[in-house]
């Protein structure tokens, strides 16, 4: 009896972490689509973006201005690829394996072509020249690209880290800065007057819809090898 339950406790496990990874993921898609069709429209939370912006720049600082440059910096393209090199190196020598680099590197590919799809589809324009600290942006502005790439790469880099920790305080510090980075560069691209709000919260959005598929695929991998590993006859 204590084995059947044993098991079937096992079985309730193995289901819950894909069962959940589609369902956030299925959320997520439905909550872009909505976002994506308020930016195309200019209703719903898009119609609050001029004023919320113009809020936004009526209250820029010395201080916040460099520390919004500082976050901005961090998800320019070039220092987001050095970083993901530096990292998927590190992993490698951490854990004597590709598995964690090669993971990394494909959620940064699906978050590049998640970045470029999406803008292509809505198309929509970025903020106007009088909203802009810095040089213009000529792209479209729906996702964020900064929030987008950067919450995939820390929060996919903290998760694998987070795997071969064993103390609660660095888990904790770990996932806090991961969040940290991801909020402070998405708030920065509309301190700047690089993005609306909308198409920062849809960098949110976009990104935890992937992160939700780069965690079932790597559930369903880590769970074949395993079957494999206790199966001689299997592979």
């Known amino acids: 009896m204590a084995r ?7 079985s309730t496990h193995r289901y819950a972490v894909p069962v959940v990874c589609a369902v956030v993921a299925l959320g997520g898609t439905i909550g872009v689509i909505e976002l ?4 195309t429209e200019s209703d719903g ?28 910096f961090v998800g320019n393209g070039p220092v987001l690829v050095t970083l993901l090199l530096i990292a998927s190196l590190l992993l490698w020598r951490w854990t004597h394996s590709l598995r964690a680099p090669a993971l990394l590197l494909f959620a940064m590919a699906g978050s590049t072509a998640l970045t470029a799809g999406v803008k ?18 000529d792209s479209f ?5 900064h929030t987008l790439n950067s919450t995939v790469f820390f929060i996919t880099l903290a998760g694998l880290v987070w795997v071969g920790l064993r103390s609660f305080g660095p888990r ?30 849809a960098g949110w959005t976009v990104a935890i819809t992937w992160l939700a598929l780069v965690c079932l695929v790597a559930y369903i991998s880590r769970s074949s ?11």
């Not at 059947?4 to 096992?10: A, D, E, I, Y």
């Not at 994506?36 to 930016?39: G, I, N, T, V």
């Open 4 to 10: 059947s339950q044993g098991m079937m406790n096992l």
């Open 36 to 39: 994506a069709d308020a930016a």
């Open 45 to 72: 939370l898009a119609a609050l973006d001029p004023q919320f912006t113009a809020n936004v720049v009526s209250n820029r600082t010395p201080v916040l201005t460099a520390l919004a440059r500082g976050f901005t």
């Open 120 to 137: 292509a589809l809505v198309a929509r324009k970025r903020p106007g020249i009088t909203f802009v600290l810095g040089p213009v942006e």
């Open 141 to 145: 502005a729906f996702p964020s690209g």
């Open 172 to 201: 904790t510090a770990l996932a806090v800065a991961a969040l940290l980075m991801s909020i402070g560069i998405g708030l920065s691209r509309i301190y700047l007057g690089h993005h609306w709000a909308t198409d920062v919260l």
């Open 225 to 235: 090898d395993s079957v494999r590993a206790e199966d001689p006859l299997r592979g």
